[in-house]
């Protein structure tokens, strides 16, 4: 199984067996990259895990909010009224307030914008942390290490927003904090010394941490490294040594289990499809795929705001926990860690 986002268009999803396929339209949005093929991996297990069918469509939604408003409104001109994915902040946030509009039921599975669902994207469900939890999980462990603080983030992204807040967060506890915000390509060269002793927090997008540690810290003796979320992915690191002196703010592990199913044994599945390991979001984007077809089954697929109170009823087992919605559509029962980097996406 192969997919491609790296155009605009749409590309329908057909299932192994070739069948008509019947039940609900479902549009999946991503961006060209890992998360989109790990996103879409998830989707293609969930719906199988519950023996369920779906009319499925992928768009890129190129990480930008004119695009993404522009899929939202082709999705809502097709009829769909279920939407998994937007895993960037302003892509999710514009497109959500579409939604709401049109009735669409949209689950986020990686996006963790605190002002996600709000009172204009009242069909938005988060299905992950939020950044103010995340803010408060990277101050503490740059804290603790207790050193000079280098902040280096993207400008316009939510990478840029984290850092904003952890400089004020940090300044009166660590020895100095210095914050670098650069547009999409980072130049070649950093503008102030690194010191082996610094630690170094990226804050930002996963292709911005590639150009970073191929480009401007390739040279640069390194020491801690502290990541956001959104910064890694399995195949980021090529250095063993580097991957072991980083850390990713994530949700904790606490089991083994995802619903009914052994998390290894769904990331050993994911990895035949994928040729690779699955990222960090797989297990949340297989639980929203999982959570709307229950919701099918149970009450039809006819009322998406049946199938979102059936949602928004329900509590699952994950690996993260015991995970349930709150009146505010956001995902509880899960905790943030710095995790190392290399037990990221393991079972």
């Known amino acids: 199984m192969t997919f491609d986002l790296e155009g605009d268009a749409t590309m329908v999803h057909e299932p192994a067996e070739a069948q008509v396929v019947t039940g609900p339209l479902l549009a999946v949005c991503g961006t060209a990259g890992p998360h989109a093929a790990d996103l879409q991996v998830a989707i293609e297990l969930g719906l199988r895990d519950e023996n369920t069918s779906a009319r499925t469509f992928y768009y890129n939604d190129q990480r930008s909010e004119k695009r993404a408003r522009e899929v939202a409104n082709e999705i809502a001109a097709c009829g769909t009224k279920y939407v998994v994915g937007?895993?960037?902040?302003?892509?999710?946030?514009?497109?959500?307030?579409?939604?709401?509009?049109?009735?669409?039921?949209?689950?986020?599975?990686?996006?963790?914008?605190?002002?996600?669902?709000?009172?204009?994207?009242?069909?938005?469900?988060?299905?992950?942390?939020?950044?103010?939890?995340?803010?408060?999980?990277?101050?503490?462990?740059?804290?603790?290490?207790?050193?000079?603080?280098?902040?280096?983030?993207?400008?316009?992204?939510?990478?840029?927003?984290?850092?904003?807040?952890?400089?004020?967060?940090?300044?009166?506890?660590?020895?100095?904090?210095?914050?670098?915000?650069?547009?999409?390509?980072?130049?070649?060269?950093?503008?102030?010394?690194?010191?082996?002793s610094d630690?170094?927090?990226?804050l930002g997008p996963h292709d911005?941490?590639?150009?970073?540690?191929?480009?401007?810290?390739?040279?640069?003796?390194?020491?801690?490294?502290?990541?956001?979320?959104?910064?890694?992915?399995?195949s980021l690191f090529r250095e063993s040594d580097l991957v072991s002196r980083c850390s990713v703010a994530f949700l904790e592990k606490q089991c083994g289990m995802l619903r009914d199913r052994q998390v290894n044994d769904l990331r050993y599945r994911a990895r035949c499809l994928l040729g690779r390991s699955a990222g960090p979001y797989f297990e949340t984007s297989y639980l929203a795929a999982r959570a709307l077809a229950v919701a099918w089954r149970e009450v039809g697929f006819d009322d998406p705001f049946a199938v979102l109170r059936h949602i928004l009823g329900?509590?699952?087992?994950?690996?993260?926990?015991?995970?349930?919605?709150?009146?505010?559509?956001?995902?509880?029962?899960?905790?943030?860690?710095?995790?190392?980097?290399?037990?990221?996406g393991e079972p």
């Open 86 to 196: 937007h895993f960037s902040t302003p892509a999710a946030l514009a497109a959500s307030r579409i939604y709401g509009d049109r009735g669409i039921v949209f689950l986020a599975p990686g996006t963790s914008a605190p002002d996600l669902c709000t009172s204009t994207s009242a069909t938005t469900v988060q299905l992950f942390g939020t950044d103010d939890e995340q803010l408060e999980c990277l101050a503490r462990a740059a804290i603790e290490l207790g050193r000079s603080i280098l902040l280096l983030s993207q400008a316009g992204t939510y990478g840029a927003r984290l850092a904003a807040s952890l400089v004020p967060r940090l300044a009166p506890c660590c020895r100095r904090v210095t914050a670098l915000y650069f547009n999409e390509e980072p130049p070649g060269r950093l503008p102030v010394a690194v010191e082996a």
């Open 199 to 202: 630690v170094l927090v990226i």
């Open 208 to 234: 911005f941490a590639a150009r970073l540690l191929t480009g401007a810290l390739s040279a640069v003796a390194l020491g801690e490294i502290l990541m956001s979320d959104d910064c890694f992915t399995p």
């Open 314 to 344: 329900n509590a699952w087992q994950s690996p993260f926990g015991l995970l349930s919605l709150s009146e505010e559509r956001r995902l509880q029962g899960y905790r943030w860690k710095m995790i190392p980097a290399h037990a990221i």
